[in-house]
């Protein structure tokens, strides 16, 4: 975004939310065992950690465990960059965890990838704008030329790479590039409408949230809303999830829904649809940029 | 009911509502055509009939017409056994309407089919104990004996019928027959968990309600909660339908959900779902009772 | 809206939802008398009219009788400026009804005040400018200067018209100049917080759709979500209503609400009931752009 | 409940949902202090302990510390009843917290005060019957006959002390000496519609909960619905609270809500009303009998 852009105010843009907390976050899980958020907090406290927050689950069907920890790095004993290995070597590798360790002020770089339908787009970019949100948006791709005015007009690049099915290798091979160029942490398909290949998403695992509109497992695939009108649903939804391999079946971040009932046609069914994506694709986003997230064996576990 | 148990005080059962309207009730639809509210509402007119509530629904894509009309019987000048010929007459085949004609002081006896499940079971008794529905509910069937002494302390008629492959057919002959001797006009499956035979369907059509611990079209078919929670969703559903000769997939009803998120296990959901179901299937229930449900082309047209 | 823009492309804005209906739509109400349908349907059907749409209400207890019909002007024997004369004549006078009517083809008008809050501003332009709505927005008038930039990109007027409580009465005065010189229909408060005069609220009776960041009539008045954090309620809310001489007391258009947590500061009420702010808001002022709404005694009649 | 009612089968009625867990649950809340987890868990793991469940939260702007921490005793190297000094001792005291210890296996015994409406009385009656809380009632009490038949068909105890303005405080002192003979642990109001004097609330502190038909603060008092028809409300809800001196503004444990339009009479906002009190009131005392409520400064902190 382009901070200097002198048409804007300062409290209508940017990251105006107050500064942030200079704290750690940690996101673990590991087969559940005696001690962990006693070693955890050991870890923490040794060093001089003030915990903000700490949030843990236990599945007791899969003895898995889950947590999440954050703490404030004001006086803490370890710099930023010792602390993923000094953990390691007392906690991590001893419970055999997998963890994920990330620091509230590193601002997320977002990519968002859009076609034509533009609700989704606009209402990321009024958060953009207005600050809601700790995250750059330096980067649009489209099949299509038609959301570029808006997204010049906040200052992010914005790329036209159309996708044909004789050239799509190529140009994901050119988006991947870009989202290199541009240092992207993580893209958000903004009702994209184009399939990524296996190979483009095994680039950004975990880190690619799409928006579909239907509740997943119904009406997974291409209309959803006409899908839904013909077999006659009194609830329609929208679901936001990761990306896998498999379409439209990634770990789900968040769902929600809205009645309807047989005075709506399919296009009531798309403008109603159209408000539910766009608040469930925000509360995705907002979980992931705020690293609440684990994700285990296809399901997520969301410490919000 | 026994309606003169000495046991239960007047107010704590029966049909206590208030003295209820002397009404009648058309469901009607047909091909739109122009002036059909205005037929109906002459016919109404013409008789010295008052017109309680009147809505319409015209599906513009397939161009069909629904409509539920009620008028006082209180001073109308054609019997109650005269309206449905009068009206065929004067305005249905002209029209080439399909219509129903309910009376509100006739009392719908409905059957319950249960197994051991009893949390829908319960709640429908409480329901039927205290009055708050206009049904009889002379006869419940299960093919286990555990909730009988719940039902013959309401003065309810039990019969436990076993369902096993192999005398399937001769036990549904039975049910066809208690069924047809108690009178039943329809019958609520309140988690049943036998499928009927599509010939047992056809003696019924659009009058057996079923519950399903889903949010169809989503986890179909058994153990729907266990899928939920494998897949991982944020939202489970109930939905109450029409049975059909395909399994779950009859007109919807009714539909409603509940959020979970990780924490909750398969029991969690199960409980969560319990109260879904209960209130999902009683406004599914109350609907059918009071003639608000229009199917047409497996879809409810429900004006409530 | 600066429809000769050049730099936007006309799928990305402007009223693009398929050419409109050329319609006549009736909103009526009156005492609740026998054969009003009849003679309402019977006027429409005389003049060669066919119903799109009839939707009508009574409330047994004040005995009133609402209806909202709508009907194609295509083939109609009388002329759009013919409409009201005629069916006060033949109908209106006849039951003393009350009546508003209104076309499908004409767009209606609309201001926005906003103040600094620009999360339902922002929602409502996305709206505006991908041509979500049947409605022109020449004019916002704001007590400060921070949104005008984005005001301005679309070509929207902007006037900055600071609120002081000795220039109160001029300043109104001012801005109901610029609500007459732009042909102004109704007055969106998007946040606008400032209370309006009577004298003010007088010159656009049920024209003024307000949003007010609670569950009304729960924490009326100023800084609602710090209310609800204290009184620890479970669930906040929004609400849509038209604004009256009494503060947060006219009639309720829509409200919607989302569940909240003791883990969720006043900051997270803020933030979960922006988004609930926007889609409440946006669902009052499409009823009242699509005529759906009737007012009477201070309630809505909503015939969506 | 009678256990040895030979008429009732075992799977009906009981505590039949599975062995209970035997475990220790630890309620905390104190000022928030560095060290106060790693304290804990070390309390537990020192003695052998495995945590079932741990969830804490620090109120950021008050600086209070709550924790709701679970863990089997199989294989606790202190007894139960040497539990809560030893936690004193070591960890409780240093911190300053107030804190209160249950174990998992003991049955809360809770009364049920009715007045003449059934509906939440038979939605609890159903749910003891079949088993699906953990909670023995041998007791109700209400100022009315009405519904001792279905109480004591269940083999609870049933006392009609009749409340007039002039004779409350003895038969008050009366309900008091019942409900120690009883060993009672906690009251639900189902529905009671009397007023408790402050000295019979004193006796039992976050131990009454009832269900208030709105959403309160909305439509405190009487006649929550009809006030809610009156104002035009789109939604109407349900709360669960403990009750406290202050009539209706007592810590809120749960609500919820169901959405209403302007073809509902107040009659149908009770119908509706009564399926959110049933839903509303239980999931309140679930928590209650799980231990999962901490109160403070008039909020509650629910661990479920």
Chains 1, 2, 3, 4 share one sequence.
């Not at 409408?193 to 928006?211: A, G, K, T």
Request: some cysteine; hydrophobic content about 40%.
């Amino acid at each position: 975004m382009a901070r200097t852009d002198p048409c804007l105010p300062d409290e209508v843009r940017g990251l105006t939310v107050g500064k942030p907390l200079n704290a750690a976050i940690l996101l673990i899980h590991c087969n559940d065992q005696r001690g962990i958020v006693h070693a955890v907090t050991d870890f923490i406290l040794e060093h001089n950690g003030n915990i903000l927050q700490l949030d843990q689950h236990v599945d007791p069907g899969q003895k898995h465990f889950f947590m999440r920890v954050a703490w404030t790095l004001d006086g803490f004993l370890l710099r930023a960059e010792q602390i993923d290995a000094a953990f390691r070597d007392t906690v991590g590798e001893r419970f055999g965890m997998q963890w994920c360790l990330e620091f509230s002020i590193e601002v997320p770089r977002m990519a968002m990838f859009v076609s034509k339908q533009s609700h989704c787009f606009f209402d990321i970019l009024a958060r953009y704008e207005s600050g809601e949100w700790r995250v750059e948006i330096p980067l649009i791709i489209s099949n299509h030329e038609d959301l570029r005015p808006a997204a010049e007009r906040l200052g992010i690049d914005y790329y036209h790479i159309p996708i044909t099915p004789e050239h799509k290798h190529e140009q994901e091979a050119r988006q991947l590039e870009l989202l290199d160029k541009y240092s992207i942490d993580f893209i958000a398909l903004a009702r994209y409408m184009q399939i990524l290949s296996d190979d483009f998403v095994r680039h950004y695992p975990q880190r690619i949230i799409n928006i579909h509109h239907s509740f997943l497992p119904a009406f997974a695939g291409a209309r959803p809303y006409h899908a839904a009108f013909e077999r006659g649903v009194k609830i329609i939804g929208a679901t936001s999830h990761y990306v896998t391999a498999d379409l439209d079946a990634g770990p789900i971040i968040e769902q929600d829904v809205v009645r309807v009932n047989h005075e709506h046609s399919v296009d009531d069914l798309v403008r109603k649809g159209r408000d539910l994506e766009k608040v469930v694709f925000a509360r995705a986003i907002w979980n992931h940029i705020n690293h609440n997230i684990l994700v285990y064996q296809n399901r997520t576990y969301i410490f919000d």
